[in-house]
């Protein structure tokens, strides 16, 4: 069985990137506590019947998460680029000034 992706796993990849997505946009959508709790409770669960289903073995999963993290960080981080610095600043200042 399992799906082929022989590094790391896709679909924990794209369970971790829900989760952190969640976590950094729960707060400002006024999304309660444990409901925080419950995304990386089913992150686990999906984590361990990935495993259990031998789709795919652990360290794909370890894998998967550190690949999301990267990821996270990429997407989330301005580029280092001082064009889009300066594209900022000339979108926050202010009108007629």
Same mark, same amino acid.
């Given at each position: 069985?399992?799906?082929?992706?022989?590094?790391?796993?896709g679909h924990g990849v794209l369970l971790g990137?829900?989760?952190?997505?969640?976590?950094?946009?729960?707060?400002?959508?006024?999304?309660?506590?444990?409901?925080?709790?419950? /995304?990386?409770? &089913?992150?686990?669960?999906?984590?361990? &019947?990935?495993?259990?289903?031998?789709?795919?073995?652990? /360290?794909?999963?370890?894998?998967?998460?550190?690949?999301?993290?990267?990821?996270?960080?990429? /997407?989330?981080?301005?580029?280092?680029?001082? &064009?889009?610095?300066?594209? &900022?600043?000339?979108?926050?200042?202010?009108?007629?000034?």
């Amino acid at each position: 069985g399992g799906c082929n992706d022989l590094i790391f796993s896709g679909h924990g990849v794209l369970l971790g990137l829900s989760a952190l997505l969640h976590a950094a946009h729960a707060e400002e959508a006024g999304a309660s506590g444990w409901l925080t709790w419950l /995304v990386w409770a &089913r992150l686990a669960h999906g984590f361990l &019947r990935i495993v259990h289903d031998r789709m795919h073995m652990s /360290v794909d999963l370890v894998l998967a998460l550190a690949v999301a993290a990267l990821v996270w960080g990429q /997407v989330t981080s301005p580029p280092p680029d001082s &064009r889009w610095s300066g594209a &900022r600043a000339a979108d926050e200042a202010p009108a007629g000034g």
